[in-house]
């Protein structure tokens, strides 16, 4: 059996990442037993932290604000993220911008809560569901030089209604999140 280690990276509530735990850690996927060996928050005070630390793992706080730069803030992840030899980063509802520091030196997977490449960026909620399309839905790619610009993994969609409002609306798209993130991550970890 093969033991791959992952972190996974959140900046805010982080429902995204307790279900990552509580689907995959420690959980044996085709002889790959994966293990969330690090989370990592870039701000305190937020409730994902709280999430992480139930089941025992601590998170590292490491504040952007803290670095004068984009690129000293990504070299700092790099670091920590390098020392415990980790086969994946996994960016759950992680709010930052990375630079060529982070991309060229870690492999990391991206969950997005649109249909790419529709709305990329902060606002993709809102912007989807203020739009004309007919769909909306959740991806999970590579994450690139380009802002949620990489190579899609999974993608699923549902259909939007008349009657739908936002709060509804936000609802499908976490429930297909907590869907596809972890598949994502086990198709990527067991290819
Ligand atoms: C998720 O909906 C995720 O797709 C989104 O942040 C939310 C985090 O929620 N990420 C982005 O918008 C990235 N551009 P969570 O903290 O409860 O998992």
Known sequence: MVVKKIAILFSGNGTNLQNLIEKLHNKVFDDTKIEVALTISNKKDVYGIKRSQKFGIEPIVIENKAFNSREEFDKELVGVIKKQNIDLVVLAGFMRILSSVFTQNVKAINIHPSLLPLFKGANAIEESFN?????????????????????????????????????????????????????????????
């Open 131 to 191: 739009s004309d399309e007919k769909f909306g839905g959740a991806t999970v790619h590579y994450v690139s030089e380009e802002l949620d610009g990489g190579e899609i993994i999974i993608q699923k969609s549902f259909e939007k209604t008349l009657d739908m409002n936002i709060d509804e609306f936000e609802k499908h798209i976490h429930k297909i999140e907590y869907d596809i993130f972890p598949k994502a991550v086990i198709a990527v970890l067991t290819k």
